[in-house]
């Protein structure tokens, strides 16, 4: 199953880059396993190694979330953690169980609610990847292993490969655009690619299927998860979820008259984080009146005054917007090299940006630095509700320069 996969690897590597670095032997390879079909379909393309180990990350548990995640009463951390040591079982690895709840409450969640309190829309998986996942799994197996004597897989729709001018390893969209996760690595250390293994992003999502099912994997047939991951556990509407954590904070729905000015109130809402830009509101608005009709749709929200503003129609040219200013950019790579190479690309044509994942590349027209940190660019195209909090990831084709969050548009 191995040599397979590296044949199939050899002739999928992008131009210009060469195929990342297998372990050796006797390396010792610890497969972060979710109990999903990609986890489990990494453990097993390195279960023929000797030192190979899964580890099971428990992030979120009903001491985090009392309500019970479904109707056996059983939870979904111990549902997956079942699932995991099915698969170790039936492909005779080992595997333990790590607990990470606190550290995923200070680092991911806490912040999370702060960011949705302030009126932004904020991105916890890309939070959960820098520190969790490649941040304090990465702290625990240094500890156990010693720091650069492991590989450390996951299940990622994304690709390492090296450079062939400067051999340097690159963090690269995966193969199967249709499940691209590079968007949600875009915050992690650039240091961790040099011992980090993604090799389902080589694959489709078919042909993970395919090889789950040759491999007989017990999960081979478990459906995908679908969003984050408290709310996966507790079956709830994300609205829902948040409502238990955030405080009311009462403020007006406004209409504000592009000519006069004028501000007309139209209803009350119950925080600011209850909505995000571009979403639809369904206030009763008065239908016979043209000026009126129509469904209307959250185009800014103001801190200072606890107001949401809304503007008629989902194509309203209020919702649309050409530049963006991101602060707290990190790059994945030397800041000065960055910085170059994004110049470089703009002359070329080939610097793109995402405000979410999956959504087709925005080419990036300008970029003006403001600090090494904190930069504005002007998009090709305006945009439709890009929105404070929301992570602007910037890449050179295919390869993730970086990212940081939205904090204006206009």
């Not at 679908?226 to 904070?249: A, M, T, W």
């Not at 809402?269 to 909505?275: A, D, I, N, P, S």
């Not at 300008?366 to 929301?390: F, I, N, V």
Request: hydrophobic share 35%; proline share 5%.
């Amino acid at each position: 199953m191995y040599s397979k996969f590296l044949e199939l690897c050899s002739r999928r590597f992008l131009d210009g880059y060469r195929v990342q670095c297998s372990p050796s032997k006797f390396d010792n390879i610890i497969v972060a396993m979710s109990s999903g079909v990609d986890s489990s379909v990494c453990a097993a393309l390195y279960a023929g190694f000797p030192n190979v180990s899964g580890i099971y990350m428990q992030n979120w548990s009903e001491q985090s979330e009392p309500i019970s995640s479904n109707a056996n009463n059983e939870p979904c951390y111990e549902k997956d953690w079942k699932d995991v040591k099915r698969v170790a079982s039936h492909l005779n690895i080992p595997v333990e169980r790590a607990n990470f709840e606190k550290d995923y409450w200070l680092d991911v969640f806490e912040p999370m609610l702060q960011e949705y309190e302030r009126g932004y829309t904020p991105n916890p998986d890309i939070g959960c990847n820098k520190f969790l996942k490649f941040g304090k799994l990465r702290t625990y197996l240094n500890q156990k292993y010693g720091c650069g004597n492991y590989w450390l897989v996951t299940g990622h729709y994304a690709r390492v490969q090296i450079h062939k001018t400067t051999e340097e390893n690159h963090l690269l969209r995966g193969y199967y655009s249709a499940k691209d996760q590079s968007y949600y690595l875009s915050q992690v250390d650039p240091a961790v690619l040099d011992s980090l293994l993604m090799p389902i992003g080589h694959l489709t999502k078919p042909e993970v299927r395919q090889w789950a099912d040759k491999a007989g994997l017990p999960t081979a047939s478990k459906p995908d998860s679908q969003g984050i991951c408290f709310v996966n556990n507790s079956q709830k509407r994300f609205h829902d979820f948040l409502n238990e954590y955030l405080p009311i904070k009462r403020g007006h729905f406004i209409s504000v008259d592009v000519l006069t000015g004028e501000k007309r109130v139209w209803g009350e809402h119950k925080g600011l984080w209850t909505y995000t830009i571009g979403q639809k509101v369904g206030l009763p608005m008065p239908q016979g009146d043209p000026r009126y009709k129509g469904a209307w749709y959250v185009s800014e929200k103001h801190m200072d005054t606890n107001d949401i503003v809304i503007v008629r129609g989902t194509d309203n040219e209020s919702l649309y917007k050409q530049n963006v200013t991101v602060s707290n950019f990190t790059t994945i790579g030397v800041i000065k090299t960055i910085i170059h190479d994004m110049k470089d690309a703009i002359a070329k044509g080939l610097l793109y940006m995402q405000f979410r994942s999956l959504q087709d590349p925005i080419r990036v027209v300008s970029c003006k630095w403001e600090d090494r940190h904190k930069l504005t660019l002007l998009l090709s195209a305006k945009q439709r509700a890009m929105a404070p909090g929301q992570y602007c990831c910037i890449y050179l084709q295919d390869r993730v320069l970086g990212s940081g969050i939205i904090s204006s548009t206009f």
